[in-house]
């Protein structure tokens, strides 16, 4: 008996025409959490939401909502339990905004749907929730993406469910549309206590709004946990097969490919100033050298990913001689330097002497990668 | 808020009131106008003391009005059925012949007329009208065990014509081995008239169509649900497999009463749905249904009236006529959305 | 499945109410019992099989039709009887307003003179071939009602109309009959096309001669008629056959099924159809559909061909005929000229039938080269410059 999960499945196997594709799924979510599937496409996210919401019939195992199977649960009670939100258009016809929401009450209308006062205050209420209400009278086939996306939110919180599951809710909208639809999901989760099912494409907007996070690829479910478990680099780059690019979990996004071959370039750069200069050079496909980054500076971040090699000194350290002299040796062979760095602070100092050095070396000194 | 429900309301009255002066209208028109002139004062004696010129009695109480009952309830027949094809498959040229049923009752039509007329020289009209019904019957049967094999529903459309093909070609192979005057008539067959239409033929339609009338009306909710498409109405809790079934069902039998008591009649459930949600301004079934009805009974109405009395004696084909102003009518609409 | 279970039923239930609306036995004579009337004789019918007439005293007729209706006559003097059987139509002359859809039948009410018994037509003016048919219509004193399977009610009912006489083509359209006799108009369906006997269809001119009070004219009509059919009974069959067709406009032969009128008329005249056992017996279609290579396999040697004009239109040459289906280049008629055409109006006067087996008699005995037409017949010319010239 699982008294603290709200939503749990046991050994759920899902797929089509009773041909199995992912196998012995465990989802246990309490009330009020937001659970993201993540995976590449086509992995069943879709397969399993549509089996959570009874739109597939699942192979086997079994679902349960409040420790109730769905198996045994009216059309009726799983409308009054579970409201969807789905990626395929919709085309209606002389439809308001305020009609389509209005449908989300149909599991508490009479037998010939006719709205009561109550339902009317729960539809406004719903779409004030997702500040839609000016559009309440507008067609629905007339508003843009974003704001259809919000109707369709307003219409499944009309609905009063207790779960909550939507399909690539945001795969349609600008950044604008998505990060105000995820607050409303947030919102709904902590102060309604819903609970949230959903499968997303961006995984920083993943990682930022979900409590629990299910990876989906391949016949089994590979992992699921929070956020701080899921996206490391090594997870996230297995899941999505990254060989043409990397991972970084503390920027939570992702980072193309490092350049290959012998570095002819030295980057020398600290407080955030290398980003623009290692950004080009990976797009110019040319390898580089850099340092001497301290290891929380933000430059060291994206060094690991693009840098052919990374010369670095422990966080609030200053740089010391042993760090300076192998920098030194390795400087020498990169007939090429660029020097992003135009203050010095105590603890990075010796950054200078190493300008200094590489331009009695007579290397060819360079404004920006941009002039290569 | 409350001044935009307003609107709506208003909205919706006008349409209604509008219907109803114009069906009150046509049936007068039709009472009065004929080959035969009856006088005012005549009809008044027929309608309400009973009593008259015995000729003129017969042509208004067996020949006219009649007529007016089946346009009545055949029109507002062929609307329903149309509204509801539309709002199921969400395609606004679906109409009630879209799923094969009239090419099945002619096929029946053909297969009574030809074995049995050559062998016994006379057939009843009863089995012709239940040769009809148990043709459409039987195309929507095959659609409906079809539909339970397929997903999606807009198969159902290709299933719809791909069964009436296969009846059209069976009729023309029945045609082939039948003699020339045969085939005349199955040609007549194809083009609707209310034209004979008894009072038993009467009292038959109206307890196969206002029943089931009554049914779709009730059905107004999950007919809503639908018009977000499956996906969502399954999820407010519509029965999808049922509620196919009924909606096959339902738009069949109205069709199929149709078709065998008049023919075939295009385009009245395709232009009048559209005309009706264009001046409602929306698609609720609650609304749409019964104006869609009344609707239909309307556009019949004016459309057999045309047809017995604009080149009197000859009669026109009502189908004829109801596609000569269906057609204009549902371009103009498809051009209108299309500017929005 | 349980749906599958219901349309089963309601697949068989309306097959029951299929089967129950076949329509009755095929009666042709039988005498009836009226009580109050005594039956004083019978109709004498040479050739026609599908009615039947018994007089009883006081004037009163008894017609049965081999479709099993039956008409009870009673003259205009006379009051009609009380008791008699639901199924007997009762037809009160004088017999004044008709509703004539059967086109055959005008012939016969035109040789009779009775034109003025017509008052509605399910055939327009132009379409008559009969002039005063056409005249009368022309001067509104036969007025056109519509298509006979959507007839203008009010107007045939407006017009007092007390007796509508159908076409067998009604049958396809029951549900006129129907509402006809809902308004209480009686249906005499003219089977005279089913009679096989030539002239059993111009026998019944007596039966309309009965309904419009002119029996002796309509008797005189017939037997001048019959005598043709005499006088070529005297004479030897001739060994000759003839093949009567038209060319569909699928390219396909249509031919007459044997034992059929027309063929028969050929027999009549003494020749022979080029068929034995065309089509079925039993079928009431009278005519049989042939490809072209079945029939070329079996008539290329007849004797004699006669174009049926009548669908197709009239031909002008053997040339037009041939531009049909080059196959017919080879019928042994085409190569020796004996290709002959009806005219338009050969079989619109049923009164003329004797007249028209003895014009085949002609065709099949004549041999005067120089004989190119006949009363309803003429010899197609060929245009052909290498072909010895037939024409006049």
């Known amino acids: 008996m699982n008294t603290k999960y709200f939503f749990n499945t046991k050994k759920l196997t899902v797929g089509y025409n009773g041909k199995p594709l992912i196998k012995d799924i465990e989802i246990n979510l309490k009330k009020g959490q937001i659970l993201t599937l993540i995976g590449p496409n086509g992995s069943g996210k879709s397969t399993i939401l549509k089996s959570i919401t009874k739109h597939l019939k699942s192979i086997c195992g079994t679902i349960y909502i409040d420790n109730k199977s769905i198996e045994n649960m009216s059309n009726k009670d799983m409308a009054q339990k579970v409201a969807v939100v789905l990626t395929d258009r919709l085309k209606t016809e002389l439809m308001t905004c305020k009609d389509v929401v209005a449908t989300g009450r149909y599991p508490y209308t009479g037998m010939l749907g006719i709205l009561s006062k109550e339902d009317n205050i729960q539809v406004r209420n719903a779409m004030e929730l997702v500040n839609a209400w000016e559009l309440r009278n507008r067609d629905f086939t007339e508003i843009s993406d974003g704001q259809r996306q919000r109707i369709l939110l307003a219409r499944a919180i009309c609905q009063n469910p207790e779960i909550i599951v939507l399909d690539e809710p945001t795969s349609f909208l600008d950044i604008h549309y998505e990060l105000e639809l995820l607050n409303i999901l947030r919102t709904l989760a902590e102060e309604r206590g819903i609970t949230v099912i959903m499968s997303l494409h961006e995984l920083d907007m993943a990682q930022k709004v979900s409590d629990l996070v299910m990876c989906v690829k391949g016949e089994y479910i590979t992992h699921i946990g929070t956020p701080k478990e899921i996206f490391q680099k090594e997870l996230i780059s297995k899941l999505y097969d990254l060989s043409n690019g990397s991972y970084n979990p503390l920027?939570?996004?992702?980072?193309?490919?490092?350049?290959?071959?012998?570095?002819?370039?030295?980057?020398?750069?600290?407080?955030?100033?290398?980003?623009?200069?290692?950004?080009?050079?990976?797009?110019?496909?040319?390898?580089?050298?850099?340092?001497?980054?301290?290891?929380?500076?933000?430059?060291?971040?994206?060094?690991?990913?693009?840098?052919?090699?990374?010369?670095?000194?422990?966080?609030?350290?200053?740089?010391?001689?042993?760090?300076?002299?192998?920098?030194?040796?390795?400087m020498q062979s990169c007939p090429i330097v660029i020097n992003c760095l135009e203050t010095y602070g105590e603890l990075n100092i010796k950054n200078k002497a190493l300008y200094e050095m590489a331009l009695r070396q007579g290397k060819k000194n360079l404004e920006s990668a941009a002039m290569l | 808020m409350k001044e935009n429900n307003d609107k709506n309301y208003i909205r919706y009255i006008i349409t209604l009131t509008v219907l109803i002066i114009l069906f009150a209208v046509l049936i007068l028109l039709n009472i009065k106008l004929g080959s035969v002139d009856v006088s005012v004062k005549d009809i008044i004696d027929i309608l309400f003391h009973r009593r008259g010129n015995e000729t003129n009695y017969n042509i208004l109480w067996k020949v006219r009005l009649p007529r007016i009952m089946a346009s009545i309830i055949l029109g507002g027949a062929l609307a329903l059925s149309g509204f509801l094809l539309q709002t199921f498959f969400n395609n606004p040229i679906a109409g009630p012949y879209v799923l094969g049923i009239s090419s099945g009752s002619k096929m029946m039509v053909a297969l009574v007329m030809i074995t049995i007329l050559s062998r016994y020289h006379s057939v009843s009209s009863a089995s012709l009208i239940a040769a009809a019904f148990a043709g459409a019957i039987l195309s929507m049967g095959f659609v409906?065990?079809?539909?339970?094999?397929?997903?999606?529903?807009?198969?159902?459309?290709?299933?719809?014509?791909?069964?009436?093909?296969?009846?059209?070609?069976?009729?023309?192979?029945?045609?082939?081995?039948?003699?020339?005057?045969?085939?005349?008539?199955?040609?007549n067959w194809s083009l609707g008239s209310f034209s004979g239409t008894s009072w038993r033929d009467v009292g038959v339609m109206a307890s196969v169509v206002l029943p089931t009338s009554l049914i779709v009306f009730l059905m107004s909710k999950p007919i809503g649900a639908y018009q977000l498409g499956e996906g969502y109405a399954k999820n407010m809790g519509v029965n999808i497999k049922l509620f196919r079934i009924m909606l096959v069902l339902l738009s069949s039998f109205l069709c199929a009463c149709v078709t065998a008591f008049a023919g075939p009649i295009s385009f009245v459930g395709i232009a009048v749905p559209h005309l009706v949600k264009s001046f409602l301004r929306t698609s609720k079934p609650l609304i749409a249904t019964p104006l869609c009805f009344l609707g239909g009974s309307v556009f019949c109405l004016g459309c057999d009236l045309i047809a017995r009395t604009l080149f009197a004696p000859v009669e026109l084909s009502v189908s004829t006529v109801s596609s000569i102003f269906g057609v204009p009518i549902v371009i103009y609409i498809m051009l209108r959305k299309r500017v929005q | 499945m349980i749906k599958k279970r219901c349309l089963l039923i309601a697949i068989v239930i309306i097959a029951i109410l299929l089967f129950s609306g076949c329509s009755h036995d095929m009666d042709k004579s039988k005498k009836s019992v009226i009580n109050q009337l005594n039956l004083q004789g019978n109709m004498e019918l040479k050739y026609a099989r599908n009615f039947n007439v018994d007089y009883y005293r006081g004037g009163y007729s008894l017609i049965s039709i081999s479709d099993g209706s039956k008409y009870l006559v009673v003259p205009e003097d006379q009051d009609i009887p009380t008791d008699i059987d639901e199924d007997i139509t009762v037809l009160k002359q004088p017999i004044n307003n008709i509703y004539l859809v059967a086109t055959s039948a005008m012939c016969l009410f035109d040789a009779l003179d009775s034109l003025d018994a017509i008052s509605l037509s399910g055939t327009k003016a132009e379409d008559w071939y009969i002039e005063n048919a056409r005249t009368a219509m022309e001067s509104s004193n036969i007025i056109y009602a519509g298509k006979y399977n959507i007839p203008d009610y009010e107007l045939i009912m407006s017009n007092n109309c007390n007796l509508a006489i159908e076409s067998t083509m009604i049958n396809h359209t029951p549900e006129v009959k129907d509402k006809l006799k809902e308004l209480g108009i009686p249906v005499l369906i003219d089977q005279s096309s089913y009679e096989s006997h030539p002239l059993g269809r111009t026998e019944w001119i007596k039966l309309y001669g009965l309904l419009t009070g002119k029996e002796s004219e309509a008797k005189q009509l017939f037997d001048e008629q019959s005598n043709y059919i005499d006088k070529l009974k005297g004479q030897e069959k001739t060994d000759k056959t003839v093949a009567f067709f038209y060319i569909s406009s699928s390219g396909n032969?249509?031919?007459?099924?044997?034992?059929?009128?027309?063929?028969?008329?050929?027999?009549l005249a003494g020749g022979n159809y080029i068929f034995d056992h065309l089509g079925n017996p039993e079928s009431a279609t009278s005519t049989v559909t042939l490809e072209m290579e079945e029939f070329y396999a079996t008539a290329k040697n007849a004797d004699f061909i006669i174009y049926n004009s009548t669908i197709d239109g009239e031909l002008s040459s053997i040339e037009e005929l041939v531009g049909k289906n080059s196959l017919l280049k080879d019928f042994k008629a085409v190569q020796n000229n004996n290709v002959w055409c009806t005219s338009k109006n050969m079989f619109q006067e049923t009164t003329q039938f004797g007249l028209m087996i003895s014009d085949i008699g002609r065709m099949l005995t004549d041999d005067d080269r120089n004989l190119t037409e006949l009363n309803f017949m003429y010899k197609l010319p060929s245009v052909d410059e290498e072909k010895p010239n037939e024409r006049k």
């Open chain 3, 253 to 267: 032969a249509i031919a007459r099924k044997s034992g059929d009128y027309v063929t028969r008329m050929i027999e």
């Open chain 2, 144 to 187: 409906l065990i079809i539909s339970r094999r397929v997903q999606s529903v807009s198969m159902l459309i290709v299933c719809g014509v791909m069964i009436g093909y296969i009846c059209s070609a069976i009729t023309d192979i029945m045609i082939t081995f039948a003699d020339d005057a045969n085939i005349v008539n199955l040609h």
């Open chain 1, 251 to 330: 920027f939570g996004s992702f980072e193309m490919e490092r350049p290959k071959g012998v570095p002819m370039v030295f980057v020398i750069a600290g407080d955030g100033t290398g980003i623009a200069e290692y950004r080009t050079l990976q797009k110019k496909r040319i390898p580089f050298v850099t340092g001497i980054l301290h290891k929380n500076d933000i430059d060291y971040q994206l060094a690991q990913d693009l840098a052919s090699e990374v010369f670095f000194e422990k966080s609030f350290e200053p740089i010391s001689e042993e760090t300076f002299q192998s920098t030194l040796k390795r």
